[in-house]
């Protein structure tokens, strides 16, 4: 297979789409996609987002040294597309889509309480890096949606149908392939596992029907 070579550029996809809530009073709370973010540490559990400069969220992050990252699905694309399109110079996005801003547990910014998962950030560093400056921040606390949380106790996020950002374009996940390791992971330990999680699901089921 041949190949064509391009110049130098972000090529990485597909990302993660998600939507930034911040602002500390309500009468300036704002949302800003963005498809620039992902993990760089466990332990500390640190993330990122990048901005233009120009973005109104920008000066808001900057000032309050927060914000809170809200994972999207597919149920959630058009807001996701119009977060990152419109300004909240113009308009109140929480108001125009329907989106519910709810208090965070740590932090000023607000949740948005339709997404199945909300990290909560504090900004630890801003790295000015050209035509985006990256906001390195520390996770402060995590949020999910009960209703993700099956019988064993998994939270089964695959469910909530996860939104990518590839090329311009949106997709949702389809299918999972499988899980960490499993390209080297040996017949009995699989098997092991597959059992253990079995008996897992109808632990939790018998306890269910006696209550």
């Known amino acids: 297979m041949s190949k064509i070579q391009w110049k130098p550029g972000t ?3 597909p990302l993660p789409a998600v ?13 800003v996609t963005v498809a620039w ?20 969220s920008y000066n808001i992050i900057r000032d309050s040294g927060e914000f809170v990252i809200n994972l999207t699905t ?7 597309d119009f977060c990152g399109v419109r300004s909240g110079r113009d308009i109140n996005k929480f108001a125009h889509l329907g989106l519910t801003p709810a208090e965070a547990s740590v932090v000023k910014a607000p949740l ?6 909300n990290i909560e950030c504090r900004v630890s560093r801003v790295i000015e890096l050209g035509s985006h400056d990256m906001f390195l921040a520390e996770v402060a606390a995590v949020n999910v949606e009960e209703g993700y949380i099956d019988e064993t106790g998994k939270f089964r ?4 149908r996860p939104l990518c950002y590839s090329h311009g374009s949106y997709y949702g996940l389809s299918k999972e392939l499988g899980t960490f390791g499993y390209s080297v992971m040996k017949p009995k330990t699989r098997k092991r596992r597959e059992k253990a999680e079995a008996d897992k699901r109808r632990g939790a089921k018998s306890r269910k029907e006696k209550k």
């Open 11 to 13: 090529m990485i996809y």
């Open 19 to 31: 939507m930034v809530s911040c602002g500390t009073e309500p009468e300036f709370y704002n949302i």
């Open 37 to 56: 973010t992902g993990t760089v540490c466990t332990s500390p559990p640190m993330t990122y987002i990048s901005l233009r400069k120009e973005r109104y």
């Open 74 to 80: 597919e149920e959630l694309a058009f807001a996701t």
């Open 112 to 117: 948005i309480a339709e997404s199945p998962v």
């Open 157 to 160: 996020f695959e469910s909530a």
